[in-house]
């Protein structure tokens, strides 16, 4: 039995769309004329996705915060003794989003055929990623489903709360700089042509730094809107640029040099890798296999590169702290961390509080970045407004010498 998106006309010739279990996509036709409903399209759930993964979609994942939120309905549902089945089911009922519900039941479906539900999630790899399946086909290798899911949905409630922090933390300065840009453009293209009118019939010179004011005035003026279609192409090569492997790690190892952005990157990078690992290990899941599903969470390419050799090392029989260390891309409390667990045979407790401390570090960073610069942006746009007021009432000061 699978699970199938239908559109069927009602008697009064209205469209309905919603999901329905069936063996096949007849059968699920046939229910439907029994409501007294016309189908005019009936797609598998499986089978709609896999399509869309082909092609341009701007609907291709799950929210971080629906994911979580499924993990954790359904971690509660199999640790209360629910069958895996019911509890799919259950969960596909609770949830008011279509897409969720028709890719909970494609699961389902695949449950009911005798599939692993790690197999079942398989089915949508755009939604559930490697770590996600991993656990569970651990999980379930091991018997204990109910306290890994619950572990999974820490894990995953935890990277929705540094999202979300990291996206409120950075929507005041951003926010702030628009503000800025615009008041300052503002005054430049409106408000200092208008002001520069009176002054244009004296034959006197005009100060200095009106005429630098005047000259910016012209530019905005005459190139801003080219300006801002340099900026925007500028971008495009860039992020073209970047498609390049080769490019994306020279850029990548270029931002772990640099001295504010290198140290977030590199904290950000190793609390991903350090707590993916841990919940990979604390699941049961082989070590090697761990070390590359951790590793493939790592969006820095150069510290990518830098876990796969250490991998190889592991493979060789090397510790992985050790093998992690030559690097020297990661911290070295985390390298500590890592080696301590590795000696005491605790090493995914050691690997989660390397996450942790991580993450407060780099919490206390971002807090610290965000509480400067949004004084320093005010700073720096009252010093530009107080320029350009300046450069107005200069030549005002100076009013009786430019008309005598």
Same mark, same amino acid.
């Given at each position: 039995?699978? &699970?199938?998106?239908?559109?069927?006309?009602? %008697?009064?010739?209205?469209?309905?769309?919603?999901?329905?279990?069936?063996?096949?996509?007849?059968?699920?036709?046939?229910?439907?004329?029994?409501?007294?409903?016309?189908?005019?399209?009936?797609? =598998?759930? +499986?089978?709609?996705?896999?399509?869309?993964?082909?092609?341009?979609?701007?609907?291709?994942?799950?929210?971080?915060?629906?994911? +979580?939120?499924?993990?954790?309905?359904?971690?509660?549902?199999?640790? %209360?003794?629910?069958?895996?089945?019911?509890?799919?089911?259950?969960?596909?009922?609770?949830?008011?989003?279509?897409?969720?519900?028709?890719?909970?039941?494609?699961?389902?479906?695949?449950?009911?055929?005798?599939?692993?539900? +790690?197999?079942?999630?398989?089915?949508?790899?755009?939604?559930?990623?490697?770590?996600?399946?991993?656990?569970?086909?651990?999980? =379930?290798?091991?018997?204990?489903?109910?306290? !890994?899911?619950?572990?999974?949905?820490?894990?995953? =409630?935890?990277?929705?709360?540094?999202?979300?922090?990291?996206?409120?933390?950075?929507?005041?300065?951003?926010?702030?700089?628009?503000?800025?840009?615009?008041?300052?453009? @503002?005054?430049?293209?409106?408000?200092?042509?208008?002001?520069?009118?009176?002054?244009?019939?004296?034959? #006197?010179?005009?100060?200095?730094?009106?005429?630098?004011?005047?000259?910016?005035?012209?530019?905005?003026?005459?190139?801003? $809107?080219?300006?801002?279609?340099?900026?925007?192409?500028?971008?495009?090569?860039?992020?073209?640029?970047?498609?390049?492997?080769? +490019?994306?790690?020279?850029?990548?190892?270029?931002?772990?040099?640099?001295?504010?952005?290198?140290?977030?990157?590199?904290?950000?990078?190793?609390?991903?890798?350090?707590?993916?690992?841990? !919940?990979?290990?604390?699941?049961?899941?082989?070590?090697?296999? &761990?070390?590359?599903? %951790?590793?493939?969470?790592?969006?820095?390419?150069?510290?990518?590169?830098?876990?796969?050799?250490?991998?190889?090392?592991? /493979?060789? @029989?090397?510790?992985?702290? /050790?093998?992690?260390?030559?690097? #020297?891309?990661?911290?070295?409390?985390? !390298?500590?961390?890592?080696?301590?667990?590795?000696?005491?045979?605790?090493?995914?407790?050691?690997?989660?509080?390397?996450?942790?401390?991580?993450?407060?570090?780099?919490?206390? $960073?971002?807090?610290?970045?965000?509480?400067?610069?949004?004084?320093?942006?005010?700073?720096?746009?009252?010093?530009?407004?107080?320029?350009?007021?300046?450069?107005?009432?200069?030549?005002?000061?100076?009013?009786?010498?430019? !008309?005598?």
């Amino acid at each position: 039995m699978g &699970a199938f998106e239908y559109t069927a006309l009602d %008697a009064g010739g209205r469209e309905r769309k919603g999901i329905l279990e069936g063996d096949t996509a007849r059968h699920v036709r046939q229910l439907l004329r029994e409501r007294q409903l016309l189908p005019v399209s009936v797609t =598998e759930v +499986a089978q709609k996705e896999a399509t869309q993964q082909k092609k341009f979609s701007l609907v291709r994942r799950v929210s971080a915060a629906d994911l +979580a939120l499924f993990t954790r309905q359904l971690a509660t549902l199999v640790r %209360a003794g629910l069958p895996l089945e019911e509890a799919l089911l259950a969960v596909s009922q609770q949830t008011e989003k279509p897409r969720i519900q028709s890719i909970v039941l494609g699961v389902r479906s695949r449950v009911m055929e005798g599939h692993t539900l +790690a197999d079942g999630l398989g089915e949508f790899p755009r939604v559930f990623p490697e770590i996600y399946r991993a656990t569970v086909s651990a999980g =379930e290798q091991t018997g204990h489903l109910d306290e !890994i899911m619950e572990r999974l949905a820490d894990y995953t =409630e935890n990277r929705e709360q540094i999202r979300q922090k990291i996206l409120g933390a950075m929507l005041y300065p951003i926010v702030l700089t628009i503000m800025c840009f615009g008041i300052v453009s @503002g005054l430049l293209v409106y408000v200092v042509p208008k002001v520069v009118e009176v002054f244009e019939s004296s034959d #006197k010179q005009l100060p200095l730094i009106t005429r630098m004011l005047i000259t910016t005035s012209d530019f905005f003026r005459d190139y801003g $809107l080219w300006l801002i279609v340099a900026l925007v192409a500028a971008g495009f090569l860039f992020a073209r640029w970047l498609r390049n492997p080769d +490019a994306r790690r020279r850029w990548h190892r270029f931002q772990l040099r640099m001295p504010l952005v290198g140290k977030l990157a590199r904290g950000f990078n190793t609390a991903r890798f350090t707590r993916t690992l841990s !919940i990979l290990s604390g699941s049961s899941v082989p070590v090697l296999e &761990a070390l590359r599903i %951790a590793g493939d969470v790592v969006t820095n390419l150069p510290m990518r590169d830098a876990v796969r050799e250490a991998a190889q090392r592991v /493979r060789e @029989g090397a510790p992985i702290g /050790r093998s992690l260390a030559q690097s #020297k891309l990661f911290p070295p409390m985390t !390298i500590h961390l890592i080696s301590s667990g590795e000696s005491s045979g605790e090493l995914d407790s050691m690997l989660e509080r390397a996450a942790v401390s991580q993450e407060r570090e780099l919490d206390g $960073l971002i807090a610290a970045m965000v509480g400067l610069l949004g004084p320093l942006l005010i700073i720096t746009m009252g010093l530009f407004v107080m320029g350009i007021v300046f450069a107005m009432l200069l030549p005002i000061f100076q009013l009786n010498q430019l !008309i005598h």
